[in-house]
């Protein structure tokens, strides 16, 4: 099979997995919605996730597979598989040491750092409710460290069935905590879902796939290896520095916390609404291609690689007509999620209005998983780490001016102006280093879908208005599952249109795939 062909099917097999986590994902927001709201104990929830990021952060589990594929990938390369196992077990055995280590201390020391984090959390009992259910989550995170390492090694070997499991599993413990637990522990009770879905998907069945891809793990503790030495190298500025999407979490929850009550839920909610987009457009489309960008790297392969990086980040440039389609029909798309339980007329407004600035930032969060990985295929962690870690210092102020003039809103839309400035600068010094000759017909593509997106935005929201009012009587729920349909259809006669008329191979080929399935249907 050609690379193109790997990565294709290595992607649909993370898109079919991030499709269905997202899925799930959303009905976890859904279940806490009903249970919460977006009230004070939704948003001490949210706050409880903040520590034990900054651990996984810290301990750069987050980053595992692209800093350890690379090394794996060299020894698989070399026919030396042996001792890529070597430093498997190096890197588990010191690094989850360190990590219980720094578990334990943060338990003790969480009503202190909380303070630190979300500083504005003023109500008592918000606090406390943070605290516990702070202290709940924390034990997750030694297991995603050792579910990063087990996954690594499956994609190094091209097997991501396996893994593709992982965020299934973890959201279905989620739900399944909320539900039995919810009624007798309100949000405490999502808590110990975090923990029971971070144990089955990140760590029991990562072993298993693990095991099936010839993993041997030993207790080493030799820190004179000189690829362990490599890895804290290629690790240490992921450790120290900050990431687009770490700063975003942190900084939707901090200034959130100054914010009146239900701002920090309102966010979240339609970050993840948001993310469903990302994740099924940029992160299965990153995971899938990294270890052969790896590959291309190892083996001196550069032009390849900046020919997959263009294409991949031209077929990411169509989330922005569904972005627009989102954005038109945001008041509706909220009200089915989430209005129901505790989740009133009042949060569907407000998440609404947040969801509208969220969605003009996808774009960003969608190329930044492929972009970064470029840099980080060369086995260049610090250069993006340092560019990272100036442009969230420098997006404070936008933040805070964000926050002063337009309350949460104003967080939403810095949180889209930092995302998009920074992934810009970022492919913009990669194609001066890697002089990426392919780059400016990748800037023309965007423009162009820019302006599609925004044409057929324009069109689909005169067309919601005219349904707004010709459709009135019908009950709430009811009237905004007709208008999604119908919108929804309009947009795709339009995207398709615009595909064949202005010649846009990516969206002539999206329509040729379903006229090709519709005609099989008919067949059978």
Not at 100 to 115: E, G, K, N, Y
Not at 140 to 158: C, P, S
Not at 296 to 305: I, K, S, T, W
């Amino acid at each position: 099979m050609s690379v193109y062909k790997k990565v294709g099917l290595a992607s649909l097999i993370m898109m079919a997995s991030v499709l269905l986590s997202r899925v799930i994902g959303l009905l976890r927001e859904m279940v806490i919605a009903f249970i919460g709201g977006a009230g004070g104990e939704v948003d001490a929830y949210q706050v409880a996730f903040v520590i034990p990021e900054i651990l996984n952060h810290i301990l750069a589990s987050g980053f595992l597979s692209v800093t350890f594929i690379p090394i794996f990938s060299r020894y698989l390369a070399e026919d030396r598989e042996a001792e890529g196992w070597r430093v498997f077990s190096l890197i588990l055995t010191g690094f989850g040491t360190v990590l219980l280590l720094f578990i334990l201390l943060a338990s003790v020391f969480t009503p202190l750092l909380i303070d630190l984090i979300a500083p504005g959390l003023e109500d008592p009992a918000t606090r406390a409710a943070a605290v516990r259910m702070t202290r709940i989550i924390m034990p997750a995170q030694f297991f995603f460290f050792t579910g990063g390492l087990l996954m690594a090694v499956q994609f190094a070997k091209e097997q991501f069935a396996i893994p593709a499991l992982a965020p299934l599993l973890y959201n279905l413990g989620i739900i399944a905590g909320g539900l039995v637990l919810g009624p007798a522990l309100g949000m405490e009770g999502f808590s110990w879902g975090v923990l029971a879905g971070a144990f089955a998907g990140n760590f029991v069945v990562q072993l298993w796939g693990a095991k099936k891809a010839g993993m041997k793990f030993y207790l080493l503790f030799d820190f004179r290896h000189p690829d362990l030495k490599k890895y804290v190298l290629l690790s240490l500025p992921l450790m120290l520095g900050l990431t687009m999407t770490f700063s975003t979490e942190f900084f939707l929850k901090f200034f959130g916390s100054y914010l009146p009550t239900g701002s920090i839920a309102s966010l979240n909610y339609g970050m993840r609404i948001m993310f469903i987009l990302v994740g099924f457009f940029g992160q299965a489309v990153g995971v899938a291609s990294f270890p052969y960008m790896a590959r291309m790297v190892a083996e001196n392969r550069l032009a390849e690689m900046n020919d997959l990086l263009n294409t991949t980040l031209r077929y990411l440039s169509l989330v922005m007509p569904f972005s627009a389609l989102i954005m038109v029909l945001r008041h509706e798309v909220v009200l089915i999620l989430f209005q129901r339980g505790r989740f009133d007329e009042a949060a569907t407004a407000l998440t609404a209005r947040v969801l509208l600035w969220l969605m003009t930032g996808t774009i960003a969060f969608a190329a930044q998983t492929v972009v970064v990985r470029g840099y980080y295929a060369m086995q260049d962690t610090l250069f993006p780490a340092i560019f990272g870690t100036a442009g969230v210092i420098l997006s404070i102020p936008l933040y805070g001016y964000g926050m002063q003039k337009m309350g949460v809103n104003g967080v939403a839309l810095a949180i889209s102006v930092s995302a998009i400035l920074q992934v810009m600068m970022l492919y913009i010094l990669w194609n001066r280093r890697t002089r990426n000759s392919g780059s400016r017909a990748v800037y023309r593509f965007m423009a162009k879908i820019a302006l599609i997106s925004a044409g057929i935005g324009i069109l689909l929201a005169y067309t919601r208005q005219a349904l707004l009012l010709s459709l009135p009587g019908l009950p709430a729920l009811t009237g905004s599952l007709v208008i999604c349909l119908l919108v929804g259809i309009i947009f795709l006669m339009l995207l398709l249109a615009a595909g064949y008329f202005l010649r846009i191979k990516e969206l002539s080929e999206m329509a040729d795939k379903i006229k090709g399935r519709l005609r099989r249907k008919k067949q059978t």
